[in-house]
């Protein structure tokens, strides 16, 4: 019997979005569950499977599936297991994927959920028919995945990738969640904007700027894109700047693997031009002749609501 359909899992901090996807990238069903509302994975993968089995069934049953792909924070693509995610309540190293599929009897793929957000990218978003592209996902944290020849880097222990923990300001900003000083993710991610609209404000308190109607409780990155809307001169200010440094850490990626495309991803891309063109201008300016003006910057065509279900399953037709 022909496999036409896949399953695809994106286990997150606080949720787990779920679906039934097809060959064509088409996500016939989905749902999503509480991951924090379980304190071990086995108690996790049970109210996974009361969800799933329904709709598996309504698809045709295991014989219609190929298989099963997570993606999760800290999953190592290699062992199936997800090992030390600060933002889990499971600790240690997990074995999730043989415990998914053991459960669901289906063949079951599971890496980074950065890694799985490219190979996405890859079969169905802006991606499609690259071989040399990197992407960036700028949410809570920075995410990214490198594409070379037409595959992953994945690396010796199934870690490679971590673009967000680069350092671009040796002895900057502290990560609370690392301890290191001055990472890429610090600065760039949705996070960061808050982080540096708090530093902005506080360096200059006689500044007008729509952004002290807000409390710093109520301060957030999208705070931050509706004042630069209304033309607010330090909410502009902060996009400049978070794009110098996010630009500035591409030249280096450019320089390391020569992609022909920068995907950018998640909720900071909502912002548009005010991040795009402060990023392309300071990667252009730290770029030597040989990349200057080769790399394209574009944002994922793919629904932020779907590209997760579908990157993890996604593995599952590799």
């Known amino acids: 019997m022909i496999k036409d359909y896949a399953v695809g899992i994106d286990i997150g901090g606080t949720n787990t979005k779920f679906g039934i996807v097809d060959r064509h990238g088409i996500i016939l069903d989905q749902g999503r569950m509480r991951t924090d509302a379980h304190e071990n994975a086995e108690d996790f993968i049970e109210e996974l499977y009361s969800h799933l089995t329904l709709m598996i069934a309504t698809h045709g049953g295991n014989e219609k599936f190929k298989g099963i792909g997570i993606g999760a ?73 490198i594409v070379i020849d037409g595959k992953i880097v994945i690396g010796h222990d199934g870690f490679a990738g971590e673009l967000g923990h680069v350092v671009i300001r040796p002895g900057g900003r502290l990560h609370k969640g690392t301890g290191i000083r001055g990472s890429l993710e610090s600065y760039a991610s949705a996070t960061g904007v808050r982080e540096t609209a708090i530093e902005f404000l506080t360096q200059d308190p006689d500044a007008p700027s729509l952004l002290r109607n807000h409390s710093i409780d109520d301060l957030t990155s999208e705070t931050v894109f509706k004042c630069a809307e209304q033309g607010d001169a330090i909410a502009n200010h902060i996009f400049e700047f978070t794009g110098q440094i996010l630009g500035e850490a591409l030249a280096n990626f450019v320089m390391f693997s020569s992609p022909e495309a920068i995907v950018l991803f998640g909720g900071l891309t909502k912002a548009g031009d005010l991040i795009l063109k402060p990023t392309v201008q300071a990667m252009e300016a730290n770029l030597i002749q040989i990349f200057k003006n080769k790399v394209k910057v574009i944002f994922s065509d793919l629904q932020e609501a779907d590209a997760a279900i579908l990157g993890a399953s996604a593995l599952v037709w590799e």
């Open 73 to 145: 924070p800290n999953g190592n693509y290699y062992t199936g297991t997800i090992e030390y995610a600060p933002n889990l309540k499971w600790k240690g190293i997990i074995p999730v994927a043989d415990l998914v599929e053991k459960k669901f009897g289906l063949p079951t793929k599971l890496t980074n959920d950065a890694n799985a957000a490219a190979v996405g990218e890859m079969m169905y978003g802006a991606a499609k028919g690259m071989k040399h592209f990197i992407t960036i996902t700028l949410g809570t944290g920075v995410g990214s995945g």
